[in-house]
T-cell receptor
Framework: DGGITQSPKYLFRKEGQNVTLSCEQN?????MYWYRQDPGQGLRLIYY???????QKGDIAEGYSVSREKKESFPLTVTSAQKNPTAFYLC????????????FGPGTRLTVT | GQQVMQIPQYQHVQEGEDFTTYCNSS?????IQWYKQRPGGHPVFLIQ?????EVKKQKRLTFQFGEAKKNSSLHITATQTTDVGTYFC???????????FGQGTTLQVKP
């Protein structure tokens, strides 16, 4: 069954801790993306990667880091430097760049207290 | 910078009424994509429009791409409770390979 998986669905952390969100896809897609969704603000791009071992900052990369060591995996680390980390995080993949549709994972809802 | 705006932000309709959301870009787009996100869910791709003036239909949903390729609309005929959710439009950000998403229109349908 092909698709994108994100884990966990809900995550709770204390302020000051780094946390890594998992994103895996078995669609053989080259491009992968991380978005942050806050109420009423749509989707904001954090980081993206169009090929293994390469990634680029999106619009709100500060306080986040990523890696793309394998085509299937694109983990996102929310560091303690991120001022407002509580949000819904969505991972997506696509066969290519912006002319292709994106397939989203189920998301991880992160709460930091 | 390049922006994609959607209106309205929220819409409440009675079941059976029609619904339209509008998407406007500050720049010409090579294509426009539409996504639907159910409450508590994730965005799901609905359709992509590429040609100027293009109109596509999916059952009760009609999608239109403007002649100038700077605006688009999604029209739902005779809404049903299953249409509830947030509808996003998205277009490519110039020369970057990234999509820029509108803020979405959230549709509520009263049975």
């Amino acid at each position: 069954d092909g698709g994108i998986t994100q884990s966990p669905k809900y995550l709770f952390r204390k302020e000051g801790q780094n946390v890594t969100l998992s994103c895996e896809q078995n669609l053989n897609h080259d491009a992968m993306y991380w978005y942050r969704q806050d109420p009423g603000q749509g989707l904001r791009l954090i980081y993206y990667s169009h090929i293994v071992n390469d990634f680029q900052k999106g619009d709100i990369a500060e306080g986040y880091s990523v890696s793309r060591e394998k085509k299937e995996s694109f983990p996102l680390t929310v560091t303690s430097a991120q001022k407002n980390p509580t949000a819904f995080y969505l991972c997506a993949s696509s066969p290519g760049t912006a002319t292709y549709e994106q397939y989203f994972g189920p998301g991880t809802r992160l709460t930091v207290t | 910078g390049q922006q994609v705006m959607q209106i309205p932000q929220y819409q409440h309709v009675q079941e059976g009424e029609d619904f339209t959301t509008y998407c406007n870009s500050s720049t010409t787009l090579s294509n426009i994509q539409w996504y639907k996100q159910r409450p508590g869910g994730h965005p799901v791709f609905l359709i992509q429009l590429v040609k100027s003036g293009e109109v596509k239909k999916q059952k009760r949903l009609t999608f239109q791409f403007g002649e100038a390729k700077k605006n688009s609309s999604l029209h739902i005929t005779a809404t049903q409770t299953t249409d509830v959710g947030t509808y996003f439009c998205a277009g490519p950000r110039s020369n970057t390979g990234k999509l820029i998403f509108g803020q979405g229109t959230t549709l509520q349908v009263k049975p």
